[in-house]
């Protein structure tokens, strides 16, 4: 993730530590050192016409990319602004690794500054958490954010899904009727339960998939994406279930086949072949070998071009910089564009290309293309926060952090045996919960209880070691061990799933190099404050509960047994509340009356041959984790085209 001359200190331990025992296995296990033959090629060197172009090969746009070209008789192009994690040694080895995905999540604009994965994005000043700018981590690379996250793999509640229909006014989007695009892009595999003997049972429906991982763990030809479990759970989240079972949040079956509420270990994007993370980068990977799809790397669209010698424009193609070039070059589109660049850029894209609100596009001087006040408007993003206690008997991540020979054990044994904290996510257990109608007059936020009645308030997830603000994570366990005498530490991570709060991206310049102002507008919404409040007082009772007693070590760590009243922990959510990066709704897939940037197959009003297929698609953020529900899209999205072409 990030260049090893220009890490922090802390992550230069790790980088070293880490790069030393990955020679050392390197020489019994060729696994890392697989060397990828790749099509990056400029436009000097290919044809510069083709039937469809992808911008973004992130999680949506890959997918999109490699079942397009799965027509021979279409040629396909994908312009990715970053480069293939799989050529970058260490950085490689920091996205494959499950337990190093907090590596990249900091919030301050200094944490990974140098990352050569991430876009560095920072949000303006947010005034629902006191006047901080919070880095917010995107994927710049293939892959994009599906090389990030924390490879949750969990379906939304129905009738969230089903809420679409009415926002879109097409009864097509529903739970029932999409159920099949969600089990397209994955192959499953159940735990390994002989590995989890000593955690409660990690429990699946097994309806929820139809494609199964061979006997060897490989994923189905046609369904890259694997969805299994970490060989080791967190030892804090067997704690956690049975707390929250004794506080009344009930074992759930699993959460993807339409119900959310209650407790269990969470399906994950891991390959259990040889424990890496999977992302979308393994569609192309199953697609590599077809010559009409061709993926240009290191290459920033900067504009989508039009053809506007009719009365409805019609997108035709896209400009691109490829590395820092200041040289513009083009490629030609005779179907479709389709912009999959993200919550944040897509709609720069269309904001640069002369789409989107009129004061915004006069006042960078762009002519307007059509206008729609929509675009970059009601993002919608979850939160999350939480408390940390000292804990014994038990191993979290707060000893790797502190103790470089932990950190070096625990990396062997992942290399060697496939075990250990390094194979597991580190949010690997979940619970969801809705309040009673009685407690959201209670708390003046009647305003929920309009959701459907399936869409849960509060999410938790376990997480073995103190967060904080989430600023310098190595930095803050490293701190609270040696405080303690080296005492670990968990933590129950609060996150609203229903929010309120409404943000905007607005655009800086005509330039689509210049990154984005980015305004989540966390915490601005009166109901989200409060709800807030209660999800962190409710965290800090699974704590209490009898079967936690066991393993608590002391008083609470952090915010401190002084922050009680509500201002007080108010006070404390501002200072500490993050981003759980999911970040949407930004051209929102809804009718046009109700503030639509897209129809509901995807294309964008007032112009022709151009789509956006992304999360900033989503009419709605649905509770939870967005990933599978990107992966659906995407495959609805190519079904849409197809149709639309073979008539």
Not at 440 to 465: K, N, T
Not at 467 to 496: H, V, W, Y
Not at 498 to 516: E, F, H, N, Q, Y
Not at 597 to 611: A, C, K, P, W
């Given at each position: 993730?990030?260049?090893?001359?220009?890490?922090?200190?802390?992550?230069?331990?790790?980088?070293?530590?880490?790069?030393?025992s990955?020679?050392?296995?390197?020489?019994?296990?060729?696994r890392?050192?697989?060397?990828?033959?790749?099509?990056?090629?400029?436009?000097?060197?290919?044809?510069?016409?083709?039937?469809?172009?992808?911008?973004?090969?992130g999680?949506?746009?890959?997918?999109?990319?490699?079942?397009?070209?799965e027509d021979?008789?279409?040629?396909?192009?994908?312009?990715?602004?970053?480069?293939?994690?799989?050529?970058?040694?260490?950085?490689?080895?920091?996205v494959?690794?499950?337990?190093?995905?907090?590596?990249?999540?900091?919030?301050?604009?200094?944490?990974?500054?140098q990352?050569?994965?991430?876009?560095?994005?920072?949000?303006?000043?947010q005034?629902?958490?006191?006047?901080?700018?919070?880095?917010?981590?995107?994927?710049?690379?293939?892959?994009?954010?599906?090389?990030?996250?924390?490879?949750?793999?969990?379906?939304p509640?129905?009738?969230?899904l089903?809420?679409?229909?009415?926002?879109t006014?097409?009864?097509?989007?529903?739970?029932?009727?999409?159920?099949?695009?969600?089990?397209?892009?994955?192959?499953?595999?159940p735990?390994?339960?002989?590995l989890?003997?000593?955690?409660?049972?990690a429990?699946?429906?097994?309806?929820?998939?139809?494609?199964?991982?061979?006997?060897?763990?490989?994923?189905?030809?046609?369904?890259?994406?694997q969805?299994?479990?970490?060989?080791?759970p967190?030892?804090?989240?067997?704690?956690?279930q049975?707390?929250?079972?004794?506080?009344?949040?009930?074992?759930?079956?699993?959460?993807n086949?339409?119900?959310?509420m209650?407790?269990?270990?969470?399906s994950?994007?891991?390959?259990?072949?040889?424990?890496?993370?999977?992302?979308?980068?393994?569609f192309?990977?199953?697609?590599?070998?077809?010559?009409?799809?061709?993926?240009?790397?290191?290459?920033?669209?900067?504009?989508?071009?039009?053809d506007?010698?009719?009365?409805?424009?019609?997108?035709?193609?896209?400009t691109?910089?490829?590395?820092?070039e200041?040289?513009?070059?083009s490629?030609?589109?005779?179907?479709?564009?389709?912009?999959?660049?993200?919550a944040?850029?897509?709609?720069?894209?269309l904001?640069?290309?002369?789409?989107?609100?009129r004061?915004?596009?006069?006042?960078n001087?762009?002519?307007?293309?059509v206008?729609?006040?929509?675009v970059?408007?009601?993002?919608?993003?979850?939160?999350?926060?939480?408390?940390?206690?000292?804990?014994r008997?038990?191993?979290?991540s707060?000893?790797?952090?502190?103790?470089?020979?932990?950190?070096?054990?625990?990396?062997?044994?992942?290399?060697?045996?496939?075990?250990?904290?390094?194979?597991?996510?580190?949010?690997?257990?979940?619970?969801?919960?809705?309040?009673?109608?009685?407690?959201?007059?209670?708390?003046?936020a009647?305003?929920?209880?309009?959701?459907?009645?399936d869409?849960?308030?509060?999410?938790?997830?376990?997480?073995?070691?103190?967060?904080?603000?989430f600023s310098?994570?190595?930095?803050?366990?490293?701190?609270?061990?040696?405080?303690?005498?080296?005492?670990?530490?968990?933590?129950?991570?609060?996150?609203?799933?229903?929010?309120?709060?409404?943000?905007?991206?607005?655009?800086?310049?005509?330039?689509?190099?210049?990154?984005?102002?980015?305004?989540?507008?966390?915490?601005?919404?009166?109901?989200?404050?409060r709800?807030?409040?209660?999800?962190?007082?409710?965290?800090?009772?699974f704590?209490?509960?009898?079967s936690?007693?066991?393993?608590?070590?002391?008083?609470?760590?952090?915010p401190?047994?002084?922050?009680?009243?509500?201002?007080?922990i108010?006070n404390?959510?501002?200072d500490?509340?993050?981003?759980?990066?999911?970040?949407?709704?930004?051209?929102?897939?809804k009718?046009?009356?109700?503030?639509?940037?897209?129809?509901?197959?995807?294309?964008?009003?007032?112009?022709?041959?151009?789509?956006?297929?992304?999360?900033?698609?989503?009419?709605?953020?649905?509770?939870?984790?967005?990933?599978s529900?990107?992966y659906?899209?995407?495959?609805?999205?190519?079904?849409?085209i197809?149709?639309?072409?073979?008539?």
């Amino acid at each position: 993730m990030v260049h090893l001359n220009q890490m922090s200190l802390g992550l230069l331990t790790f980088t070293f530590t880490i790069r030393g025992s990955l020679l050392a296995a390197n020489n019994q296990n060729q696994r890392f050192y697989v060397k990828p033959v790749l099509p990056y090629v400029g436009a000097t060197t290919l044809d510069t016409n083709y039937d469809f172009i992808v911008i973004g090969a992130g999680t949506a746009g890959m997918a999109l990319g490699a079942r397009l070209s799965e027509d021979p008789n279409v040629k396909v192009a994908v312009v990715e602004s970053g480069t293939d994690f799989n050529l970058l040694g260490i950085s490689r080895l920091y996205v494959n690794i499950p337990g190093a995905d907090t590596l990249g999540c900091g919030s301050k604009k200094e944490d990974n500054a140098q990352d050569a994965l991430d876009w560095g994005f920072v949000t303006q000043p947010q005034a629902g958490a006191n006047n901080r700018a919070i880095r917010y981590a995107r994927g710049k690379t293939m892959g994009g954010s599906s090389t990030r996250n924390f490879m949750i793999y969990q379906r939304p509640s129905k009738g969230a899904l089903d809420s679409w229909a009415n926002l879109t006014g097409d009864p097509s989007w529903n739970f029932n009727d999409r159920w099949t695009d969600f089990q397209k892009s994955v192959s499953f595999t159940p735990p390994k339960y002989e590995l989890r003997q000593d955690y409660p049972q990690a429990q699946y429906n097994p309806q929820a998939f139809t494609q199964l991982s061979d006997a060897t763990g490989a994923a189905q030809p046609n369904s890259p994406i694997q969805v299994s479990y970490p060989n080791t759970p967190q030892e804090f989240s067997k704690y956690m279930q049975l707390s929250m079972n004794e506080q009344g949040i009930s074992t759930a079956q699993d959460f993807n086949c339409g119900n959310l509420m209650g407790v269990q270990y969470a399906s994950t994007t891991i390959n259990p072949q040889n424990t890496f993370r999977s992302s979308s980068r393994d569609f192309f990977e199953a697609a590599r070998s077809r010559k009409n799809l061709v993926v240009y790397t290191r290459s920033t669209v900067t504009k989508i071009l039009f053809d506007t010698s009719s009365q409805t424009p019609r997108a035709m193609g896209v400009t691109f910089r490829r590395n820092l070039e200041k040289k513009e070059r083009s490629l030609y589109a005779a179907r479709e564009v389709i912009v999959s660049a993200g919550a944040f850029q897509s709609p720069q894209l269309l904001m640069v290309s002369g789409i989107g609100p009129r004061d915004q596009l006069v006042a960078n001087n762009i002519p307007v293309l059509v206008e729609n006040p929509n675009v970059g408007q009601g993002m919608e993003d979850h939160v999350f926060f939480g408390p940390s206690y000292p804990v014994r008997s038990i191993h979290t991540s707060t000893e790797i952090a502190a103790h470089p020979d932990i950190l070096a054990r625990s990396y062997t044994n992942w290399t060697t045996r496939q075990l250990g904290p390094f194979t597991n996510n580190g949010a690997d257990l979940l619970a969801f919960e809705k309040l009673s109608n009685q407690n959201l007059r209670a708390l003046d936020a009647e305003v929920l209880s309009r959701y459907p009645s399936d869409w849960p308030h509060i999410e938790y997830l376990s997480s073995g070691g103190v967060t904080g603000d989430f600023s310098g994570l190595k930095a803050q366990n490293d701190l609270a061990s040696r405080k303690s005498g080296g005492k670990n530490f968990a933590t129950i991570l609060a996150a609203l799933v229903a929010p309120r709060s409404r943000g905007s991206v607005k655009i800086a310049s005509s330039d689509a190099t210049v990154l984005p102002l980015i305004d989540p507008a966390w915490l601005t919404d009166p109901v989200d404050q409060r709800m807030a409040i209660t999800a962190f007082r409710r965290a800090r009772q699974f704590f209490t509960a009898q079967s936690m007693q066991p393993i608590i070590d002391g008083e609470e760590y952090s915010p401190g047994p002084s922050v009680q009243s509500d201002a007080q922990i108010l006070n404390w959510l501002r200072d500490n509340v993050m981003t759980v990066w999911h970040a949407a709704c930004t051209c929102s897939m809804k009718t046009q009356e109700k503030g639509g940037v897209i129809d509901s197959q995807f294309r964008v009003y007032g112009v022709q041959g151009l789509r956006v297929v992304d999360a900033s698609s989503f009419p709605s953020l649905p509770p939870g984790h967005p990933q599978s529900t990107i992966y659906m899209m995407a495959e609805r999205a190519v079904d849409l085209i197809r149709h639309t072409w073979q008539s």
